[in-house]
């Protein structure tokens, strides 16, 4: 199957980022891609609260959702939404950070919420706290397509092998991660985790990013570490596309799912054992 990611550089206008992103997958269907991938927080990259609360909808209005959905069903392909920063009815109003598997029919087959929330200090200068705004989902998802099973992560979930693990016993054969990350993490991990957590379980890892310098808002830029990447299960970096903005093509073969867990069949050996 051929397959597309799209890296990309969000702004804080779901509208241009909605525009930007159907022309993009009018691109990547018109060379062939039957699968599409799109990076976390394709609606809308933004470091302030006041601004997100302006702009983000609820998913039933959402416009990105509705819009990138209408596309899937125009081109006839299969769609992963990233993810899209969507509001919630919670009493304490925060965010969820969420992706959705979409059919060619343009209907959501699966919808995942972020478990692990980004809390850190990066530098002294660079602090995330995601929890703040954004309410952690509780449950792992795979979703079951014409092409296997795929389990749906998000970014920061990456760190925490033991979600992989469960993904994949599961049965997930693929594995997504779309990415905002930071460009300190990035360069010195975003590469080495996601060919860890393919040698690990024999998945795919398809993960597109946002990439670059985003659109000032209330005065502060984001920066993100692009690199999409693709890592086959025997652990292969396919596919790094750099810190530019753009489409990239691979072939999807479910084969190497089957050569990779043949050679090390370690999701067979997995044994239950007393804590230390």
Not at 170 to 183: D, E, N, W, Y
Not at 204 to 211: D, H
Not at 247 to 254: E, P, T, Y
Request: proline content about 5%.
């Amino acid at each position: 199957m051929k397959t597309a990611l799209l890296q990309i550089t969000a702004s804080d206008d779901p509208t241009e980022n909605l525009d930007m992103v159907r022309t993009m997958m009018a691109d990547a269907a018109a060379q062939g891609a039957q699968f599409i991938l799109t990076p976390e927080v394709t609606n809308c990259v933004s470091t302030s609260t006041t601004r997100q609360r302006e702009v983000l909808q609820h998913e039933e209005d959402d416009i990105t959702l509705a819009g990138l959905g209408e596309q899937a069903a125009n081109l006839g392909v299969w769609l992963l939404i990233g993810s899209l920063a969507i509001k919630t009815h919670d009493a304490d109003r925060r965010f969820a950070n969420r992706s959705f598997m979409i059919d060619p029919q343009g209907q959501i087959v699966a919808r995942y919420d972020k478990i692990h929330m980004f809390d850190v200090q990066v530098t002294e200068s660079e602090t995330f706290r995601e929890s703040k705004n954004y309410r952690p989902g509780q449950k792992a998802v795979i979703a079951d397509t014409d092409f296997g099973k795929v389990g749906l992560t998000i970014c920061y979930d990456i760190r925490f092998p033991h979600l992989y693990a469960a993904l994949a016993q599961a049965g997930a054969r693929i594995l997504t991660v779309p990415a905002a990350f930071s460009p300190v993490t990035g360069a010195a991990h975003w590469e080495a985790l996601l060919r860890a957590r393919a040698i690990e379980t024999g998945c795919w890892v398809l993960a597109p990013a946002q990439t670059g310098e985003h659109p000032k808002t209330r005065g502060k830029i984001r920066y993100t570490h692009g690199h999409s990447m693709v890592v086959a299960p025997w652990g292969e970096v396919l596919i790094d596309a750099g810190t530019d903005p753009g489409i990239h093509f691979f072939d999807l073969d479910d084969r190497s799912v089957t050569e990779a867990r043949r050679r090390v069949p370690s999701l067979t050996h997995v044994r239950p054992f007393d804590g230390p």
